[in-house]
């Protein structure tokens, strides 16, 4: 029996392709956005807001002015449908979605990161859906990339735990990391509903609808850092169309390190010192939770400075034990020629 589709919530279904492969939105992909919770009609909603919905349930592509928009009487509802429309419009504005991940940062749009992050989760739903739907590990690597985690490390082992599934589990407690949830590594957690994934648990996971209440497992050489890397590999693919091989590192020994890419933040800050030169303290370095040599597999697609030699990622948390990866980072800070 196969695995369910990856993100049903996305809508992945409901898109088109191009020639190339590439997600197109449609018109019935549109109308699903209409069912948003933050746009949901309800009781109080007024006369305006109603004919609005009804506008766009029937052209989801319907120019929509400021002066509609301020007909709108409640102040939350019409900031919420201002939001909505000027993401509809950047997507309508561009001819993929991938196209319109990607200019959510090359041109700064102001739209919350909420909208990239529901790109980002269609795009990883088309990856898995392609290559790895069958596998646990991508695809409960595929939440790093759209959702917050909270880390802890408990004796080497590095465990990454969804941060509102740990919220949910421990709501009359704070937690700066998985702290206690978890005993020991490769021991059950002390909340038997974040269970860690192992490769035994395999076909519960992937029967289960709610994958973020799983434990993913980082350490060095173990099954949810190769997933990581995997999926890193179809993420550059997929939005630039170019092939790399990325590996996981136990550290970086390179004399001619000349290019580094930070998965989120804080590695994006400590890389940067450590290439500088600049003294890391003990504690900030133990933020590392992994590190990854990334190798074009086509030199000619690399400026030229930079054809031969690897380039160096790093993902790590915050002081208070939060990982929020930003993917978009690998996307566009690479030193590709034709934006060298």
Same mark, same amino acid.
């Given at each position: 029996?196969?695995?369910?589709?990856?993100?049903?919530?996305?809508?992945?279904?409901?898109?088109?392709?191009?020639?190339?492969?590439?997600?197109?939105?449609?018109?019935?992909?549109?109308?699903?956005?209409?069912?948003?919770?933050?746009?949901?009609?309800?009781?109080?909603?007024?006369?305006?807001? %109603?004919?609005?919905?009804?506008?766009?349930?029937?052209?989801?592509?319907?120019?929509?002015?400021?002066?509609?928009?301020?007909?709108?009487?409640?102040?939350?509802? $019409?900031?919420?449908?201002?939001?909505?429309?000027?993401?509809?419009? %950047?997507?309508?504005?561009?001819?993929?979605?991938?196209?319109? =991940?990607?200019?959510?940062?090359?041109? *700064?749009?102001?739209?919350?990161?909420?909208?990239?992050?529901?790109?980002?989760?269609?795009?990883?739903?088309?990856?898995?859906?392609?290559?790895?739907?069958?596998?646990?590990? @991508? $695809?409960?690597?595929?939440?790093?990339?759209?959702?917050?985690?909270? /880390?802890?490390?408990?004796?080497?082992?590095?465990?990454?735990?969804?941060?509102?599934?740990?919220?949910?589990?421990?709501?009359?407690?704070? =937690?700066?990391?998985?702290?206690?949830?978890?005993?020991?590594?490769?021991?059950?957690?002390?909340?038997?509903?974040?269970?860690?994934?192992?490769?035994?648990?395999?076909?519960?996971?992937?029967?289960?609808?709610?994958?973020?209440?799983?434990?993913?497992?980082?350490?060095?050489?173990?099954?949810?850092?190769?997933?990581?890397?995997?999926?890193?590999?179809?993420?550059?693919?997929?939005?630039?169309? /170019?092939?790399?091989?990325?590996? *996981?590192?136990?550290?970086?020994?390179?004399?001619?390190?000349?290019?580094?890419?930070?998965?989120?933040?804080?590695?994006?800050?400590?890389?940067?010192?450590? =290439?500088?030169?600049?003294?890391?303290?003990?504690?900030?370095? @133990?933020?590392?939770?992994?590190?990854? @040599?990334?190798?074009?597999?086509?030199?000619?697609?690399?400026?030229?400075?930079?054809?031969? $030699?690897?380039? =160096?990622?790093?993902?790590? %948390?915050?002081?208070?034990?939060?990982?929020?990866?930003?993917?978009?980072?690998?996307?566009?800070?690479?030193?590709?020629?034709?934006?060298?």
């Amino acid at each position: 029996m196969s695995a369910p589709a990856p993100f049903p919530e996305a809508g992945l279904e409901l898109l088109g392709r191009d020639d190339r492969g590439r997600l197109v939105v449609t018109d019935d992909w549109l109308r699903r956005q209409l069912g948003r919770p933050e746009l949901a009609l309800v009781a109080e909603s007024c006369p305006q807001e %109603h004919a609005l919905h009804r506008a766009l349930a029937a052209d989801p592509r319907l120019p929509v002015t400021p002066v509609t928009l301020l007909r709108i009487r409640d102040p939350d509802a $019409r900031e919420n449908w201002e939001l909505f429309i000027r993401f509809r419009d %950047h997507l309508l504005r561009h001819p993929t979605v991938e196209d319109a =991940y990607l200019a959510l940062f090359l041109t *700064p749009t102001g739209l919350p990161v909420l909208f990239a992050d529901e790109l980002a989760r269609l795009l990883l739903a088309a990856i898995l859906a392609e290559e790895g739907a069958e596998d646990p590990f @991508r $695809r409960r690597a595929a939440l790093l990339f759209f959702r917050p985690q909270r /880390v802890t490390v408990v004796e080497g082992a590095v465990l990454v735990a969804d941060a509102e599934a740990v919220a949910r589990s421990r709501p009359d407690r704070a =937690y700066g990391t998985l702290g206690t949830l978890v005993q020991a590594a490769g021991a059950a957690p002390l909340a038997p509903e974040l269970p860690v994934l192992r490769a035994d648990g395999a076909a519960e996971f992937l029967a289960d609808p709610a994958p973020e209440r799983w434990v993913l497992d980082l350490t060095f050489g173990r099954e949810g850092l190769d997933a990581l890397c995997r999926l890193l590999e179809a993420w550059v693919r997929r939005l630039l169309d /170019v092939t790399v091989s990325i590996q *996981p590192l136990a550290r970086v020994r390179d004399e001619r390190w000349r290019w580094h890419v930070g998965l989120d933040a804080e590695a994006s800050a400590l890389l940067d010192d450590l =290439y500088e030169g600049r003294e890391v303290d003990e504690a900030r370095l @133990r933020r590392l939770l992994a590190l990854f @040599r990334l190798d074009f597999r086509d030199p000619s697609v690399v400026a030229a400075e930079m054809r031969g $030699r690897p380039v =160096y990622l790093g993902l790590a %948390h915050d002081a208070d034990g939060r990982l929020r990866m930003k993917p978009q980072n690998l996307a566009v800070n690479l030193p590709l020629a034709r934006v060298a």
